[in-house]
């Protein structure tokens, strides 16, 4: 009787989870990917839901996605949605997004942030929090941005990212159009300095800092490298009426 009544709460655990549908924020910390994070809160919902998840085809029903990537490297908020929740997802993807970035001068490295290595290395006593503010204003309203090779976009069904680190040759994705509805610096303290972006869909921070010291090179006509040391992402924000 005991097992049948254990039996019977688990079973309704599990039509309560499959019944379940809407949207809701999770915290990524810095370190797995925003695909590891779903994994692991589908596992952990099915696990508490007593399903078991090996040859099981239920756990191919539960529907779970998230609203918008943020690297791995990253901290913030993922929009999550269940069941008929993940219909909304796309709405969440066209919202726009904040991130808060700490940028550092004078490194380049090969993932354009902190985890890469470093490629180069280059003086920036010459820059000022004056010449910085200057350059973001040619960063704001609808730009060109390449993304970055070490990246989740796709060649032949694989990541960039992974194809990168097993050695393989991989060309850069052409530039496309992105948004950025403001950009603003918030600390100045060489070798770092901090920036608060609210663009579109797409977009990548880490080009963002990366384009920033190409374009300061050819304002000092000099080589100078910058890349991204931590990015704080807070996916959706609000939505911009066309």
Not at 51 to 56: P, S
Not at 175 to 199: G, H, K
Not at 206 to 216: E, H, P, T, W, Y
Not at 232 to 237: E, I, R
Request: glycine share 12%; proline share 4%.
């Amino acid at each position: 009787m005991a097992g049948e009544a254990g039996g019977a709460a688990l079973g309704r655990a599990a039509d309560k989870l499959f019944s379940l549908s809407g949207l809701f924020a999770v915290r990524k910390p810095k370190g797995p990917t925003s695909a590891a994070v779903l994994n692991l809160l589908k596992e952990r919902l099915l696990a508490e839901a007593g399903v078991q998840t090996k040859g099981n085809k239920r756990n191919q029903v539960l529907k779970i996605g998230h609203g918008g990537t943020l690297d791995s490297a990253a901290t913030g908020v993922l929009v999550v949605g269940i069941g008929k929740g993940t219909k909304m997802l796309g709405t969440m993807l066209a919202g726009s997004k904040k991130y808060t970035a700490i940028g550092m001068l004078g490194k380049a490295t090969d993932t354009l942030d902190a985890t890469g290595k470093v490629t180069e290395e280059k003086p920036y006593d010459q820059v000022t929090k004056g010449d910085l503010e200057n350059v973001l204003q040619k960063f704001t309203g609808d730009i060109m941005q390449v993304p970055p090779l070490y990246s989740a976009l796709k060649k032949d069904g694989e990541r960039l990212s992974t194809l990168m680190k097993r050695g393989e040759a991989v060309e850069a994705k052409p530039a496309r159009p992105v948004r950025v509805y403001s950009l603003s610096l918030q600390q100045f303290q060489p070798p770092l300095f901090t920036l608060d972006v609210e663009c579109g869909g797409g977009f990548y921070v880490r080009s963002l800092v990366n384009d920033i010291g190409k374009a300061f090179c050819q304002i000092l006509n000099s080589s100078l490298h910058w890349t991204v040391t931590e990015i704080k992402g807070h996916p959706w924000v609000k939505f911009k009426k066309k």
